[in-house]
């Protein structure tokens, strides 16, 4: 690694820091973590995707908010409130089991984090029954969402 990439790559970790209250080595071991998996189990009917996203990572995976917001690349503060809107709605733990999402499609913030979960599973041919039926979401639902999802990209 050259000189520049180096004291680019210590410029952003600086950041990090600064933006997320993170330490170095919390960084580098999120840094770890990046390839997280999301169980498609964990999706229901109560939730929403980013609540049953943030729900799992910190009841399941034992993660700080702060370590969450940091991997979905959001901001502390909206994280805490959805995972409190998740507690009240869903008291059990989510069940995790089976295929899994990686967790950086979501980072995307030009699609909603339904829309790129369900980009994500179209791009690997699943049918809009199929997608609809893991989510737990209507037919109808996943439909206008692929809508969507053309008409942005």
């Known amino acids: 690694m050259d000189i520049q ?20 080595k919390e960084i580098l071991d999120l840094a770890e973590k990046k ?3 999301i169980p498609l189990s964990i999706f229901n009917k109560k939730l929403g995707s980013l609540e049953s996203i ?5 009841e399941n995976l ?5 370590e969450i917001a940091f991997l979905t690349a959001r901001k502390e503060q909206p994280i805490r409130t959805t995972y409190n809107r998740a507690r009240k709605k869903l008291v059990p733990e989510l069940k995790a089991r089976g295929k899994a999402l990686p967790l950086s499609i979501i980072e995307n913030k030009s699609l909603s984090v339904l829309e790129s979960i369900v980009a994500h599973l179209l791009s690997y041919n699943y049918t809009l029954n199929q997608v609809s039926s893991i989510l737990k979401r209507d037919y109808k639902t996943v439909w206008t969402i692929r809508q969507r999802i053309n008409n942005k990209t």
Not at 54 to 58: F, G, T
């Open 62 to 66: 034992k993660l700080s908010i702060r």
């Open 54 to 58: 943030v729900k799992y990572l910190k």
């Open 35 to 37: 390839n997280i998996g």
């Open 5 to 24: 990439k180096t004291e680019q790559l210590f410029k952003d970790i600086k950041n990090l820091e600064q933006k997320y209250r993170l330490s170095y």
